[in-house]
C-alpha cells in the first residue's frame, strides 16, 4: 500500500483494551469533572498515627497515669484479683490465680467474667457463676458450668499525667 500526499487518509482508531474508569474517566463518561483534593493538616496525620498505633508514636501521645481507686470496677478499669474456679464442687487445673492482673474489657477471661466484675469494690470476695463456651480450648472444660470465687484486692484508673515542660 501506497499513500499519496494529496489524498487525505482517514483511520478509524478502536482501542484493544479498555482504560480503566479511575485512571481515565472521560473515555466513560462525558461529564466527568475532578474533584480537588484538599490537603489534611499534618496534625490530623498525627492524631490518626497515635490512635491506631499508639505505641509507635509514645512521643506526641498524651501520657497516662494509673491510680489506685476504691471506686466501684468500670470498664476500662486495671485490677488485680484472686480467683478460684470449681466445676461439681471440684478445682480444675489452670483455674486458680492469685495477684492476677486484668485490664476490663480486655477480653482475655471466658465471655461473662469480666462483666460481673463491673460494679465490685476493692475487698469485696464474690461468686461468679459461668458456663465455658462450646468452642473453649481445653477439651475438658467445653460447655461445663463453673463458679469462681473471686476477691478484689486492687482497681486502678487511668488519668492524664503531668507532662513536664
Known amino acids: 500500500m501506497s499513500l499519496n500526499p494529496e489524498t487525505p487518509v482517514t483511520l478509524e482508531l478502536s482501542p484493544i483494551f479498555k482504560y480503566p474508569s479511575w485512571k481515565y474517566p472521560s473515555v466513560y463518561s462525558h461529564d466527568y469533572t475532578p474533584k480537588k483534593m484538599e490537603q489534611v493538616p499534618d496534625s490530623t496525620h498525627r492524631m490518626m498515627k497515635e490512635y491506631h498505633h499508639p505505641h509507635m508514636y509514645q512521643r506526641n501521645a498524651q501520657p497516662i497515669d494509673w491510680v489506685e481507686s476504691?471506686?466501684?470496677?468500670?470498664?476500662?478499669?486495671?485490677?488485680?484479683?484472686?480467683?478460684?474456679?470449681?466445676?461439681?464442687?471440684?478445682?480444675?487445673?489452670?483455674?486458680?490465680?492469685?495477684?492476677?492482673?486484668?485490664?476490663?474489657?480486655?477480653?482475655?477471661?471466658?465471655?461473662?467474667?469480666?462483666?460481673?466484675?463491673?460494679?465490685?469494690?476493692?475487698?469485696?470476695?464474690?461468686?461468679?457463676?459461668?458456663?465455658?463456651?462450646?468452642?473453649?480450648?481445653?477439651e475438658n472444660l467445653k460447655n461445663?458450668?463453673?463458679?469462681?470465687?473471686?476477691?478484689?484486692?486492687?482497681?486502678?484508673?487511668k488519668v492524664l499525667a503531668e507532662r513536664s515542660a
Open 70 to 138: 476504691n471506686e466501684p470496677i468500670q470498664s476500662d478499669n486495671r485490677i488485680v484479683i484472686d480467683f478460684e474456679g470449681f466445676i461439681d464442687s471440684v478445682p480444675f487445673e489452670g483455674g486458680k490465680a492469685e495477684s492476677f492482673p486484668l485490664q476490663i474489657g480486655s477480653g482475655r477471661m471466658i465471655p461473662g467474667f469480666e462483666d460481673c466484675l463491673i460494679g465490685k469494690k476493692v475487698g469485696e470476695s464474690f461468686d461468679i457463676n459461668l458456663r465455658f463456651p462450646a468452642d473453649y480450648h481445653a
Open 144 to 157: 461445663k458450668s463453673a463458679v469462681f470465687h473471686v476477691k478484689v484486692n486492687k482497681v486502678e484508673v
